[in-house]
């Protein structure tokens, strides 16, 4: 029964199945485009340091970086409209953009209480079990990271200030500036200002790139990750659902 009921959610009331399959390419274009603007983002960062070296990389990548992130802004409000169209293309829902993931979580619920209720598995002990069954599977295929968030957040905030603290050392010093700068009235607020608001960019732009892989962090897990775990995972969220009407 378990197996059975994975294998019908994934073919039939997975969000693959209700919504990715019918803008196939557009998810996976969708998908790409997320990876590209994490990595120009990275790029971003590095060429930070080595913008005394290599001058033109900053300027390649960051204004590379900031229009990767406003296209994929856009991108995102045209993903929500065409899941919408699919809605009521294909299952007959109308929805609109901002609402179509409660639209596809209701026939989500709707199709697996039918297929319990048809297998006789529509049973408050059962559905309990069945969650139990498939967050230990999940469990036992999730890759342990090697270290804690804490950890790496507590090494990277000294290292992280020593490197910017020689960012700004190197810059101040008189022969890094650019002559324009040193002919300035105050080269030096110019400098720490200018370095400043790069920094600022960058990782408004690092940060801007995990705010909107997190959007998308199921299909990044099933496509790096154990592909069958987003989906477990949206039928244990169904599964839920359905134990919450019951209790009510």
């Known amino acids: 029964m378990k197996e059975d009921l994975f294998t019908y959610y994934n073919d039939q009331a997975s969000n ?31 060429s930070i340091l080595f913008l005394a070296s290599y001058p033109w990389w900053c300027i390649i990548s960051l204004p590379s970086t900031l229009l990767l992130i406003v296209f994929l802004h ?9 899941a919408m169209k699919v809605l009521k293309k294909h299952h007959s829902i109308i929805s609109n953009p901002k609402k179509w993931r409660k639209s596809k979580s209701d026939i989500q619920f709707h199709l697996i209480s039918e297929y ?52 700004y050392a190197y810059f101040n010093a008189l022969d890094n500036v650019p002559l324009n700068i040193q002919n300035m009235d105050s080269p030096e607020i110019t400098i720490n200002t200018t370095v400043f608001f790069v920094v ?35 039928l244990i969220t169904t599964l839920e659902n359905i134990l919450y009407q019951m209790n009510d």
Do not use: C
């Open 200 to 234: 600022f960019i960058v990782s408004l732009l690092i940060a801007t790139s995990i705010s909107m892989l997190n959007k998308v962090k199921e299909d990044i897990k099933e496509m790096i990750m154990d592909k069958d775990g987003p989906i477990r995972n949206g």
């Open 74 to 82: 856009a991108l995102n409000k045209v993903f929500d409209k065409k």
């Open 116 to 167: 319990l209720l048809d297998n006789n598995v529509y049973v408050k002990w059962k559905i309990e079990k069945l969650i139990d069954s498939y967050t230990k599977d999940n469990e036992r295929r999730k890759l342990s990271p090697l270290v804690a968030p804490s950890i790496i957040l507590a090494i990277s905030i000294p290292n992280l200030t020593q490197l910017l603290t020689h960012i």
């Open 16 to 46: 693959k199945a209700l919504i990715y399959s019918h803008m196939y390419y557009f998810h996976k274009f969708y998908i790409v485009l997320i990876y590209f603007s994490m990595l120009m983002a990275i790029s971003s960062g590095i």
